[in-house]
């Protein structure tokens, strides 16, 4: 060994466990004549080697340059060692002591390669239901301790085979510590459930058999896949599909459909180039396209997305699905394994007791689910190809990476709000932001939340050291949260429900520390506002130290509670007040008894008011008679934005004025000044489409008066009115060449981001004593 040669330790952080970091370190190493040792720890990847400064230096950079695909480092550092001497390079055994410091990997679609060898007979992993290597497969799921290695995975139940072990130890092979290794001989085992045969085990190929003749045959089949069980079924049965939403009592909602193949969903839908990345990408999530016109009739689409021109679609991301789809060569219905509205079924033993009630069989595996997660959901905008995430999880959850961010300096963790319910854990200086975990509404969704909370709070070892919530009392959220700053003695800090979504939006874009001012525009359905009202279209102006609220849509009764929600009729009741055109419209779709209630309870004095731009489209779907009652949420907007866009694809953006002229709007605008022209506009005939199109216009139109009214030069926009990709493309085409807007682009403008907005208030109410403005209650 020359003495002009030192020891070098890096530390690498981030997400680098499961990326297949250590084979990566170990060839190149290899390649770099290095001898020393890599291995995995609870905070991240540690490197130690001998080599001369320059050659030492010139290996650290190609660490960062070259480093795995599915890796994101977000710290590296290389500092001198006491001397030692190496003689060799090496994989060592993972340090399971300390804090655990790093990022964890999402769980990773099936890779080109392992598809190819799925099907190819001459492979001995040919049709392995489980096949995967260090590029994909189950990574978050099954993790239930750190370091990510195979004895702290759900994988530890499946000791590698001698081939399998040999694949491992040899550092040329794709599978080189792998740690989900495994093959027909060591590997996860199928398990068929019916009701006409009882539970089986046995071939796998005999199993898959099975599922596949049992959806050809119009039945319903659960299969469990990643994150949970999918209820399937021939989505060119339509008997069978609404045979699914009987079962499921789903009698509307669309459900989602998974394809054989990229090839196969383009003949049937519109896919672009963005789109077809993210389907074929690692996360695989569920994407929001367009049919087309000249499609054959093989969907059977009014069972599928009633009302609707799109479909939800995903390609097979787990080998497993792979293998069925392959055979089926069709499209079936994927939509979560669960009952209506509870959270997604993922262990064996729960699906064997609630599934069959909808399902005509299970087919399961022994590979247990640590960590339960619905496909994630992404769509774009038609023309300007904005991107929109409506669900962020399987693929995407847990970690947010973005260096700009300022965090606090102690660990948090944010509750989140009610609906789309998620929470974020700071620690260590990293950020984690759950998977969607649903509207938590019924027990079983709670004790999800509750649960995942206790998984990621455990794998880390992590005690906040303050709670954020959301201010209103009667959030299972807010209230779990009490809760657990109680058993923690640590303080509870609110942070309004608007506001978080403002700061959520501002800290994706990296505008936190602007000082000129940015307009927000945060509309939703429902959050508790200042003056305990229930906001919802509301704009914020955002200057650096201070979020006051500028602008609104008028208040108007909130009455009947959840009932208005799910009754757009009853929206458009309370937000008309007392157009006359309306009532024409609105009276007969009530009973005389719910007229003569519901009257009386408007005129109260007492009443709740609410500003709620969700409302607003509810009462537009309603007076347009495109939706009175809804069976799920955001029905009525669906449909509402549907119609408009019919409409804005023959005569584009520019072709129709809004409702009302630029003069007559106003920064806090009376709701009844949209909806008084819709109603007379349907009175004299006027197509709904093109009333739906002007409403979009309208809201456009109004965001460009607060603009300027306010002198503003940047809008941001947040809030789950955004999942609105007409709306989004609208405001483009209108704004983007007099204004700067900023939308979101990792997180989805819905209330999942509402426990990241709160992180961002907290970390910025340290430095920027912003949490004297936005602290609502301790």
């Given at each position: 060994m020359k003495k002009t040669q030192k020891v070098y330790r890096i530390h690498l952080q981030g997400q680098v466990q499961g990326v297949g970091f250590r084979p990566f370190v170990y060839k190149l190493a290899k390649e770099f004549e290095l001898c020393g040792w890599v291995n995995n720890s609870v905070d991240g990847v540690h490197i130690e080697f001998n080599a001369a400064e320059e050659l030492g230096d010139a290996f650290f950079q190609a660490v960062q340059k070259r480093a795995p695909v599915l890796a994101r480092i977000t710290a590296a550092d290389m500092i001198e060692a006491p001397w030692k001497i190496y003689t060799n390079f090496e994989i060592r055994n993972s340090e399971e002591t300390g804090e655990a410091n790093l990022l964890l990997t999402p769980d990773v679609a099936l890779c080109r390669e392992c598809r190819m060898e799925l099907h190819d007979p001459a492979n001995r992993r040919f049709c392995y239901p489980f096949i995967t290597c260090?590029?994909?497969?189950?990574?978050?799921?099954?993790?239930?301790?750190?370091?990510?290695?195979?004895?702290?995975?759900?994988?530890?139940?499946?000791?590698?085979?001698?081939?399998?072990?040999?694949?491992?130890?040899?550092?040329?092979?794709?599978?080189?510590?792998?740690?989900?290794?495994?093959?027909t001989v060591c590997g996860i085992a199928l398990q068929w459930h019916s009701k006409e045969e009882g539970s089986l085990e046995g071939d796998d190929s005999d199993l898959i058999n099975r599922a596949v003749a049992y959806i050809l045959a119009g039945k319903i089949v659960a299969v469990k896949g990643i994150g949970g069980f999918l209820l399937c079924c021939d989505a060119g049965n339509e008997k069978a599909v609404m045979e699914l939403r009987m079962r499921k009592h789903r009698p509307s909602k669309p459900f989602a459909l998974m394809y054989p193949s990229l090839e196969m969903l383009t003949e049937e839908a519109l896919v672009s180039?963005?789109?077809?990345w993210e389907l074929t990408g690692s996360a695989a999530p569920i994407l929001l396209l367009e049919l087309k016109n000249d499609r054959s009739n093989n969907l059977a689409i009014s069972a599928i997305a009633p009302g609707l021109n799109q479909i939800g679609a995903m390609l097979p991301y787990a080998p497993l699905f792979e293998r069925l789809l392959h055979q089926l060569q069709r499209p079936i219905v994927a939509t979560s394994g669960n009952r209506s509205n509870a959270p997604i079924v993922f262990d064996n033993a729960t699906a064997l007791r609630e599934l069959p009630e909808i399902a005509d069989a299970l087919?399961?595996?022994?590979?247990?689910?640590?960590?339960p997660q619905d496909d994630s959901v992404i769509r774009f905008t038609p023309r300007y190809r904005q991107r929109i995430v409506l669900r962020r999880s399987r693929g995407l959850a847990p970690t947010f990476i973005q260096p700009e961010l300022?965090?606090?300096?102690?660990?948090?963790?944010?509750?989140?709000?009610?609906?789309?319910?998620?929470?974020?854990?700071?620690?260590?200086?990293?950020l984690y932001l759950s998977q969607y975990l649903g509207?938590?509404?019924n027990y079983d969704t709670e004790r999800s939340f509750q649960l995942t909370i206790k998984h990621l709070t455990r794998l880390f070892s992590a005690r906040p050291e303050a709670v954020l919530t959301?201010?209103?009392?009667?959030?299972?959220?807010?209230?779990?949260?009490q809760q657990l700053a109680a058993e923690w003695n640590v303080p509870v800090i609110q942070y309004q429900h608007h506001r978080a979504h403002f700061a959520a939006v501002l800290a994706e874009n990296n505008l936190l520390q602007e000082q000129d001012p940015i307009l927000g525009v945060i509309w939703d359905g429902t959050g508790l506002g200042d003056d305990g009202q229930v906001w919802g279209g509301e704009f914020f102006l955002f200057d650096g130290n201070s979020m006051p609220r500028v602008a609104q849509l008028g208040y108007f009764p909130f009455i009947l509670g959840n009932k208005m929600p799910r009754e757009p009729r009853i929206s458009a009741l309370a937000t008309c007040g007392n157009v006359p055109e309306a009532k024409v419209l609105l009276e007969p779709h009530f009973s005389r008894t719910e007229w003569s209630i519901y009257n009386r309870l408007l005129s109260k004095e007492d009443n709740l008011h609410?500003?709620?731009?969700?409302?607003?489209?509810?009462?537009?779907a309603a007076l347009l008679g495109l939706s009175l009652q809804s069976s799920y949420e955001g029905e009525a907007a669906m449909l509402l934005e549907n119609a408009a866009l019919r409409v804005f694809q023959q005569i584009g953006y520019d072709g129709l004025p809004g409702l009302l002229a630029i003069e007559k709007l106003s920064e806090n605008l009376p709701p009844q000044a949209l909806l008084q022209p819709i109603a007379a506009g349907v009175l004299r005939g006027e197509p709904a489409g093109e009333l739906a199109a002007r409403f979009h216009r309208s809201l456009v139109d109004w965001v460009e008066h607060v603009a300027r009214c306010r002198q503003v030069g940047r809008i941001a926009f947040s809030?789950?009115?955004?999942?609105?990709?007409?709306?989004?493309?609208?405001?483009?085409?209108?704004?983007?060449?007099?204004?700067?807007?900023?939308?979101?682009?990792?997180?989805?403008?819905?209330?999942?981001?509402?426990a990241f907005g709160q992180v961002m208030l907290a970390g910025g109410g340290e430095r920027r004593c912003m949490q004297r403005l936005y602290k609502q209650r301790t």
């Open positions: 260090t590029n994909c497969g189950p990574r978050y799921s099954i993790i239930q301790k750190l370091p990510y290695d195979r004895p702290y995975t759900t994988m530890k139940a499946f000791p590698m085979c001698m081939v399998c072990a040999t694949e491992y130890e040899e550092p040329l092979n794709r599978r080189y510590y792998s740690q989900t290794n495994s093959c180039s963005e789109e077809a087919l399961c595996h022994n590979r247990d689910i640590v960590t300022l965090l606090p300096d102690k660990s948090v963790l944010a509750m989140g709000a009610q609906l789309k319910s998620a929470f974020a854990l700071t620690h260590k200086g990293n509207d938590l509404e959301d201010p209103h009392p009667d959030y299972f959220s807010t209230r779990l949260g609410s500003s709620s731009m969700g409302r607003l489209f509810d009462a537009a809030g789950g009115v955004f999942q609105n990709a007409v709306l989004t493309d609208l405001l483009i085409h209108r704004l983007q060449h007099k204004f700067s807007l900023y939308f979101h682009r990792e997180l989805s403008p819905n209330d999942e981001n509402i």
